[in-house]
């Protein structure tokens, strides 16, 4: 059974910190890795896709990278704002549907 | 933002009562999916649709049945609901499956009570 984790679950910072938000999955045979933004009550806004080919996206602020030997993907985060605050979900991408982890909820801190 | 649009966006009924909520896009994209998400679960898939009256199940299917008769409606129904399908469900919309960027709807938050 294909499997995402999320470690840690929450996650407090300060303000102008640069952070990394953490993603392993179980199934090295990947279309792709996606990761996504959750504010409260509110749906999921892709942020990055990383194909299976590719090594790393990169979009503003936010990098991710993606290593399909160890299974883990990164959510960099640099100089983090209190508008960064939320929860954070990856995606691993099948064929046909993704296997989301639980999500880090992040919190920056003025 | 992608052309999604989930109805209704509240809704409380009674144990028993059948339910179903509709989800609308004006993508024209081909897979339709139905998620519910739980504390302490995350994102789980329901249903998923790859064309008109082309469903799949997912991890937690049972107690919902799905149609798609049209390319920009999906439906979810819970036939005789029970409280453990309180939720808040998600529909999400991609043109091809797992390998693009996945697009979600503002959610539909359900009590069953």
């Known amino acids: 059974k294909q499997e995402v984790t999320q470690i840690p679950a929450a996650l407090s910072v300060p303000e102008g910190e640069n952070l990394v938000l953490n993603c392993s999955f179980t199934d090295s045979a990947i279309y792709n890795l996606q990761w996504f933004r959750q504010d409260p009550g509110k749906g999921l806004t892709s942020l990055l896709l990383i194909q299976s080919s590719q090594r790393e996206q990169t979009s503003g602020r936010l990098n991710a990278s993606l290593d399909k030997s160890s299974g883990r993907s990164t959510l960099y985060i640099a100089a983090s704002q209190p508008g960064d605050s939320a929860t954070y979900l990856c995606a691993q991408g099948g064929s046909e549907k993704l296997v989301f982890g639980k999500g880090t909820k992040l919190t920056v801190n003025p | 933002d992608a052309g999604i649009t989930q109805s209704p966006r509240h809704k409380v009924t009674e144990t028993g009562t059948p339910v179903t909520l509709r989800c609308h896009q004006t993508?024209?994209?081909?897979?339709m999916y139905w998620y519910r998400q739980d504390p302490g679960h995350g994102l789980r898939l329901i249903h998923y649709s790859y064309g008109v009256k082309d469903t799949d199940k997912g991890e937690v299917s049972d107690g919902y049945s799905v149609s798609r008769s049209k390319t920009e409606d999906f439906l979810l129904t819970l036939e005789s609901a029970t409280s453990s399908q309180t939720s808040v469900y998600f529909c999400?919309?991609?043109?091809?499956?797992?390998?693009?960027?996945?697009?979600f709807g503002s959610g539909t938050q359900l009590s069953v009570l």
């Open positions: 999400a919309i991609s043109a091809t499956g797992g390998r693009e960027k996945l697009f």
């Open positions: 993508e024209n994209h081909r897979y």
